[in-house]
């Protein structure tokens, strides 16, 4: 039987690669999950934890696509045949609670622009809202949209000042101009007006495809189902998103930093390798990724290796392809004048010796013994080491009473291999 013009549009919906990544940043319970289902018709918050919490705590991943239909802008058309094909997106669903900062700051290094979420029913800022902002002010996020949502649960005045609050909070930062949409998730109002201004504010970057291939890995996991058969096992899934290159099913592929090993009484870190079984975009099996979107990696791996994020902040290429392992990295750190996340206001102290410093490389999240402090760069001994060029950039978070607070960031000058 003949495909009919709508099913045919729905399959090639489906299998279009998906030309950028947009985060879902902002405080805790802000709406951001609520939001991203809205727009892609997929809960995010999978894992029982996250379910039982009712917060996020890994990352989420959604794709959707855009449409213009008459003068309106929708994910979900009447009518395929006559609505205008925008582009299809990867939303990027980031954690807001204050204890799950190092999860924000892995996920941001694959988002080409975010929407920052404000509830309006609160006042602004939030100690997050803050932390997320120069989260991607530091990451280079250029360009974001600021959702005010929940207007449905104030009246029209307080919705007023909290715009103005939102305003004043954003002044003299690089998204000073961005705009500011108010919407409620919760009963869809607004979300033409939003995606409007997706489209005309986040611009899908130029990528490189011709360098080697490095695809950032977010996300680690075992899909298989209790009690599976060994004979019909799947090998272990990589998430993440391909940072520049193009990686294609059945290439060999080299994941670094690796496995930590026990050789001679000594932790050594091993590079693995494997075989691409699979590659997949919203869970359609495609022959190649390029960089733009989430994709998933299916691999030759056993599943007991990956499960449960193991291979979290991992770096995928070819065999011999990849940046080295470092073990002890120099960065020239720029602080902050002030903490970011914290109720009161505090001071950035300098950064000590043999102090305890979070560190976030690509979509690694790492801990640094500061070994030294000369000249005003600062030397640390990493506990999990980091695949990382020279010159990549560094997030710094110092522990402040019970939580690590986002203090600056620096730039890799000097590292050092096993």
Same mark, same amino acid.
């Given at each position: 039987?003949?495909?009919?013009?709508?099913?045919?549009?729905?399959?090639?919906?489906?299998?279009?690669?998906?030309e950028? #990544?947009i985060?879902?940043?902002?405080?805790?319970?802000?709406?951001?999950?609520?939001?991203?289902?809205?727009?892609?018709?997929?809960?995010?918050d999978?894992h029982?934890?996250?379910?039982?919490?009712?917060?996020?705590?890994?990352?989420?991943?959604?794709?959707?696509?855009?449409?213009?239909?008459?003068g309106?802008?929708?994910?979900?058309?009447?009518?395929?045949?006559?609505?205008?094909?925008?582009?299809?997106?990867s939303?990027?669903?980031?954690?807001?609670?204050?204890?799950?900062?190092?999860?924000?700051?892995?996920?941001?290094?694959?988002?080409?622009?975010?929407?920052?979420?404000?509830?309006?029913?609160?006042?602004?800022?939030?100690?997050?809202?803050?932390?997320?902002?120069?989260?991607?002010?530091?990451?280079? %996020?250029? #360009?974001?949209?600021?959702?005010?949502?929940?207007?449905?649960?104030?009246?029209?005045?307080?919705?007023?000042? #909290?715009?103005?609050?939102?305003?004043?909070?954003?002044?003299?930062?690089?998204?000073?101009?961005?705009?500011?949409?108010?919407?409620?998730?919760?009963?869809?109002?607004?979300?033409?007006?939003?995606?409007?201004?997706?489209e005309?504010?986040?611009?899908?970057?130029?990528?490189?495809?011709?360098?080697?291939?490095?695809?950032?890995?977010a996300?680690?996991?075992?899909?298989?189902?209790?009690?599976?058969?060994?004979?019909?096992?799947?090998?272990?899934?990589?998430?993440?998103?391909?940072?520049?290159?193009?990686?294609?099913?059945?290439q060999?592929?080299?994941?670094?930093?690796?496995?930590?090993?026990?050789?001679?009484?000594?932790?050594?870190?091993?590079?693995?390798?494997a075989?691409?079984?699979?590659?997949?975009?919203?869970?359609l099996?495609?022959?190649?990724?390029?960089?733009?979107?989430?994709?998933g990696?299916?691999?030759?791996?056993?599943?007991?290796?990956?499960?449960?994020?193991?291979?979290l902040?991992s %770096?995928?290429?070819?065999?011999?392809?990849?940046?080295?392992v470092?073990?002890?990295?120099?960065?020239?750190?720029?602080?902050?004048?002030?903490v970011?996340?914290?109720?009161?206001?505090?001071?950035?102290?300098?950064?000590?010796?043999?102090?305890?410093?979070?560190?976030?490389?690509?979509?690694?999240?790492?801990?640094?013994?500061?070994?030294?402090?000369?000249?005003?760069?600062?030397?640390?001994?990493?506990?999990?080491?980091?695949?990382?060029?020279? #010159?990549?950039?560094?997030?710094?978070?110092?522990?402040?009473?019970?939580?690590?607070?986002?203090?600056?960031?620096?730039?890799?000058?000097?590292?050092?291999?096993?």
């Amino acid at each position: 039987m003949p495909r009919t013009k709508k099913a045919t549009d729905e399959a090639n919906e489906k299998i279009m690669q998906p030309e950028l #990544n947009i985060g879902m940043v902002g405080h805790v319970d802000h709406g951001k999950t609520t939001l991203l289902e809205r727009l892609s018709g997929v809960w995010a918050d999978t894992h029982s934890e996250e379910i039982k919490r009712g917060i996020t705590i890994r990352l989420g991943y959604a794709d959707t696509v855009f449409y213009r239909e008459g003068g309106i802008f929708t994910t979900k058309p009447k009518d395929r045949s006559k609505a205008e094909l925008l582009r299809k997106v990867s939303f990027v669903d980031a954690p807001g609670h204050e204890s799950l900062m190092a999860t924000m700051l892995s996920g941001a290094t694959i988002m080409d622009g975010a929407l920052l979420l404000i509830a309006a029913n609160e006042t602004c800022p939030q100690p997050q809202t803050r932390e997320h902002l120069m989260a991607l002010q530091i990451i280079g %996020i250029k #360009n974001i949209v600021i959702v005010q949502n929940k207007i449905d649960l104030v009246d029209e005045k307080a919705a007023l000042k #909290n715009y103005e609050q939102i305003k004043s909070f954003v002044k003299g930062t690089a998204y000073e101009h961005s705009p500011i949409i108010p919407i409620s998730a919760q009963h869809n109002v607004g979300l033409s007006s939003l995606i409007k201004a997706i489209e005309e504010t986040i611009v899908t970057p130029k990528r490189d495809t011709g360098k080697d291939p490095i695809f950032l890995v977010a996300r680690s996991f075992d899909i298989n189902r209790p009690g599976t058969l060994p004979k019909d096992l799947t090998g272990g899934v990589l998430g993440g998103s391909m940072k520049q290159g193009i990686l294609k099913k059945g290439q060999d592929i080299e994941i670094r930093p690796g496995r930590s090993l026990m050789e001679k009484n000594k932790e050594v870190w091993k590079p693995i390798r494997a075989k691409i079984a699979d590659l997949r975009y919203g869970g359609l099996s495609v022959g190649e990724i390029s960089p733009g979107g989430t994709a998933g990696i299916l691999t030759s791996l056993d599943p007991s290796i990956v499960k449960s994020d193991q291979l979290l902040g991992s %770096i995928v290429g070819l065999p011999g392809k990849l940046p080295q392992v470092l073990f002890e990295i120099t960065f020239a750190p720029h602080l902050l004048e002030r903490v970011v996340g914290t109720e009161q206001e505090l001071s950035v102290e300098p950064i000590k010796m043999n102090e305890t410093l979070m560190l976030n490389v690509n979509s690694a999240t790492t801990v640094g013994i500061v070994t030294g402090t000369r000249k005003k760069n600062v030397a640390c001994r990493l506990k999990i080491p980091v695949c990382a060029e020279i #010159n990549s950039k560094v997030t710094i978070s110092r522990r402040i009473g019970n939580r690590f607070r986002l203090i600056g960031y620096g730039d890799i000058i000097e590292g050092k291999t096993q």
